[in-house]
Each structure stands twice: as structure tokens, then as C-alpha cells.
């Protein structure tokens, strides 16, 4: 849940009696940035807890998942909010606009985007509790079982959409450039995003008014922000859902440090981001001229070539390098007052990139 800095203030009327889940959303509500402030703390917290006692990285998963689960459940209560207030000059993010538009214009898109999203939440939970409860095979079967019900619920949204999956896959906060509005039922004033100090602000005013214009004057509609998949795109957007079951099944077959799997890895989604993000042949808006690359495809595919660099945290590539340059880097830095904190850090997090797939599977 994104509210900071403003507060949500309210004026809501007594309730009465009330539903439990009505009176925790009329609380919700009426205290949106308390809540959201108790949610940052415990997600911060979850950030120092590992390696400060035993299995305190399972209780540090563990929380933030929790944390996230619940703010997940947070989001939807305020974006409904928002709904029925309904102001005129409200723009959602355009990964938001995206988002909204194919859930309630399909329900398996709605109901297989919540259910990735869950298990996205949940899965280094389920693999570290395999891993330290059960025998390597065990782990493997439950990461492999992971991976293959996130390319399942991909595909199920691919063959409904026709165009690439986006990262996150449901909209990730209420975006957009309104100010300040009040609902006119729950008379609850909710401030504007500029004022929530949210993570659409990065680009800044500028950019999300062109944005806007963009939408308003490009796009018929929200499933215009992304290119229809059309042949070799198809393709390799197959690849790219499943490169992360490849992998796995080529770990759990020759193991971690063998160089197969990584290289099977690495092809397979080399080709596949050669194939989403070719300009040539790409689907077009019915009716319009040539597609042009959209700002929502822009980010997506930097986000996927991004994913590259998690090879360095992989396999043998990270034994035989990466591994090596980071203990030189925490070894210099030891003796260095403020260095020495980052270095510390990283060294906390090291048990994780190596024992815990999740951590450097770039699948999420």
C-alpha cells in the first residue's frame, strides 16, 4: 500500500453496526497512513533480520511476505475507494490503466493476475521452508512445481491478452496525477499521489502529463498500450514464460553448478528477448498505421534486459566470479566506517544468493 507523507484524513460518520470487514475497511480508511507507515517499518525490519539469529532468514521472508500479502489486500479496499469516488481529473499510471482495463473486461485475467501475484509472494517462503525442512530432491520438486504454476498462469493470461505479461501483474498502487478528492459516500479524502509521494513521481510532472495527453490522443483504449503478439513474438514470449521451468528442470537434472543449465538459460532467453522486442513484424492497432513502441513497452522490455545481470548471481558464473570479486569488495571495505555497514549487508545477503534459487531467479 503506497501512502505517505499526507495523511488520508476523514470525515466518516459513525458506522453503527457494521460487518467486521466493513468496519476494518471503514478503519482502514480512516487511518491510511498510519497503516501504510506500520507496513514500511515491518518491511524495513524484514531487511536487517537476516543472519542475526538462527533461521532468521526464513522469519525475514516470512514477514515480508506476510506484509505484502496484507497491503495487497490494502490496495484493492483503497482503489475501490477511489472507484466509487470517481474523480473526473484522476489518471492512473499507465501500467494501472492497463491492468484495470483487462481485469474487468476478463475475468481469468483478473483472477490468474491475483494468483501469480500471490504465489510470487509466497514462493521464497515455500522454498526455504523446503530447504531447510527437507531433502534437496524435495526443494527442487517444490521450486519446479513454482515455477511451472507461474508459466501456467502466464500463459493463461497470454491466451486471453495476446500481448507480452507485464511486471507487476496487477496495478501496483493507486498512480495517478489528481489532486486531492473526497468520496462522496465515505466522505474520506484521499490526497493526491503527488502529495502520497509515490513511485510515479520519479519521472516527474512533466512526463506524466505527457503521458496523459498520450493516452488521451494515441490509445482507443487501455489494451492499446501494448502490441497485439503476432508470429515470432508469440514465440518468444513463450520462451520467456517458460526459460525459468527450463532452467529449473536442467538444475534439478544436472545440478547447480553445472554449465548447462545456465547456458540453456541464457540462450533461451536471449532469443526470446530478440523476438518480443524486434521492431519489424510487430502487431499493429487495427486500423492504424505501423505500432510504435509504447512507454509501457519501453519499460517492460528494459525491466526484461535488466533480468540479464541475475546471471552474475548464478550457477557456476557466480562461484567462479562474482563470488570472488564481492569478497574482495566486503574484505576492503571492512575497515571503512561507513562502506563497512554496505559490505555487511551484502555479506548477510550472500547464504541467500547461493543457496536460495527465488533470490537470483529473475521469474518474478
Known sequence: MIMSSTAATTTVASPGRQSPLAAYRTFLLSNATQISSVEQALRSLSYFLPGRFADADLASESLFALVNLVSLYHDQILYDA???????????????????WWQAKSPLVHYASMALTIVQTVESVCEMTALKKHKPRTRWNVVLGIESAK???RLLIVSRTHQPTLSPAIPDAIHGSAGPYKGARSGVTLPSVDAMGSAANVRGVWDQ?????????????PADLLAVLKGSRTLGEILFILRPVIYVYLMRKHGRKAWLPLAVSFVVELVAYLLVTKVNGRGAMPGTAAHKVTRLEKDEYSRRAYLFLYYL????????LTKHALDSFCGAMSNKPILRLFSGIIRD????????????SGSG
Open 349 to 360: 545477503y550472500q547464504p541467500l544468493w547461493e543457496n536460495v534459487y527465488m533470490y537470483t
Open 313 to 320: 548471481l548464478r550457477g557456476p558464473v557466480y562461484d567462479g
Open 209 to 221: 502529463y505527457l503521458a496523459a495527453k498520450a493516452v488521451r490522443t494515441a490509445f482507443r483504449s
Open 151 to 153: 508459466a501456467l498462469l
Open 82 to 100: 477511489v472507484q466509487h469516488a470517481s474523480p473526473p481529473d484522476f489518471k492512473p499510471s499507465l501500467i494501472n490503466q492497463y491492468h484495470r
